[in-house]
C-alpha cells in the first residue's frame, strides 16, 4: 500500500519547492520518448543500475509486479489525466507499451480503491485487493491525527481474482475486515495476505484459491507488505511491534478507528510456516516495502533511517543475516517499490525522480548489475 509514502513525499515537495528534481534535472527533456530514455536519470553512486528507462509520466504509479514470464507488469495508479479518482489496478507490457502515449489495460472493476495486485501462475489471471463491493465511490483518506501522519485500514478491503479484460473470477476472502497486501510464491502454490481477521493486523498464507488458510504471524503490531523468498521457503515483511505501554495503547487507540502510523517500522523474516521468525532490521524510523534478491541471500528495501526529517526515501540492500548493509539509489526524494524480475535481469521501481518538480510519482525499470 503507497497511499501514506506518497502522501508524506507530496508534504516534503511542498516544503522544499524544487529542490526534489534529480541531481541531473538540469537536462531535463521536453518529450515523452526522452524522458523514458534519457540516461542522466541515473545518478551517482547508482552502480547497480547500467540502464534506467523512465515507464511512466504523470499521476502516482507504484507497486509494479511482474507476471511469471517478465514480460507484464501488473500496477496500481491515480491519475486524474485517466479520470481515476483513486487507484485502480493496469496491467501492460513494458517493453512494447508506450504508457506515455496511451492508457493501459484495467483489469480492475474501476470503482472503490484498489491495492497490492499481483499475478497468479499462468500469467492469465491477477489477485488484488479492493472496496468495491461495500461502496463503488473511493472511500475518504483521512488527515494527520495530532500531528501524526496515517495509515487507513480500510475493512471494505477484500481480495480478489480477476482476468486481464477485468472480470472478475473469484472473492477469496470474506472475513469481516481488513483483507489486503496479498503477494503469491514464486512456486505458484501459495498467497500470503495481511489481515485483521484476529483483531491485530497479521500475516496469513492460503492456496492459490483461497482455501488452507493459515497464520503466520501472532505478535502485536502491523505486519504487512510480504514477499516470498525466490524458492518459496521464506517471506519479508514489515513491522511496527509496538514495545512500550505507551506505544501499545497508541497503536490500539489507532487501529480501532481504522487506522496505523506507518512512521517507525522494521524488517522481518520468517520461514513461510511463520518459524524461526526474527527481527532482520535495527535502523529507526521507516525501514518497508522489501522484496528478495534473486539469490534469496539478500533484501532490498526503502527506508529513510538515515535522515532527520523523514526524506528522502532511497533503496538499500542487506543480507538476511543482517549485514553488509549498502545503498542502492542516491536520490534526493522518493525510491520505494523496488521488485525484481523472475529472471533477476531488472529491477523495477516507483521514484519521484525526474518529475519535474511536481508531486507525481513514476514506475522505472533498470538493468541490474550486482
Known sequence: MKQVFIALVSLFIIACGTENKSNNSTEETTTADSVATEASIINEGEKHFSSLKQLTDGGDNAEAYWSFDDSKLVFQVSNPEWELECDQIFVFDWQNDNLMEKMPQMVSTGLG???????????????Y???HLADSACPPTPERTNGRYVWPIYESFDIF????????VN?????????????????????????????????????IDGSNVKQITFDLGYDGGAFFSPDGTKLIFRSSRPKTDEEVKKYKDLLAEGLVEPTNMELYICNADGSELRQLTDLGKANWCPFFHPSGEKVIFA??????????FNLYMIN?????????????????????????????????RNNGGTRETNLFVAEWQD
Not at 161 to 168: Q, V, W
Not at 187 to 201: A, Q, Y
Open 113 to 127: 480503491r484498489t491495492t497490492c495486485s499481483y499475478f497468479l501462475p499462468g500469467d492469465t489471471t491477477i489477485v
Open 129 to 131: 485487493a479492493s472496496t
Open 161 to 168: 481474482t480477476a482476468d486481464l479484460e477485468g472480470n472478475i
Open 171 to 207: 472473492q477469496l476472502t470474506t472475513e469481516p475486515g481488513y483483507d489486503a497486501e496479498a503477494t503469491v510464491s514464486p512456486k505458484g502454490d501459495k498467497i500470503v495476505f495481511t489481515s485483521l481477521r484476529t483483531g491485530d493486523l497479521e500475516l496469513f498464507t492460503c492456496d
Open 303 to 312: 527506508s529513510n533511517h538515515h535522515t532527520e526529517r523523514g526524506f528522502p
Open 320 to 352: 538476511i543475516d543482517g549485514t553488509g548493509l549498502e545503498q542502492v539509489t542516491n536520490d534526493d526524494t522518493f525510491d520505494a517499490f523496488p521488485v525484481f524480475s523472475n529472471d533477476g535481469k531488472h529491477l523495477v521501481f516507483s521514484s519521484n
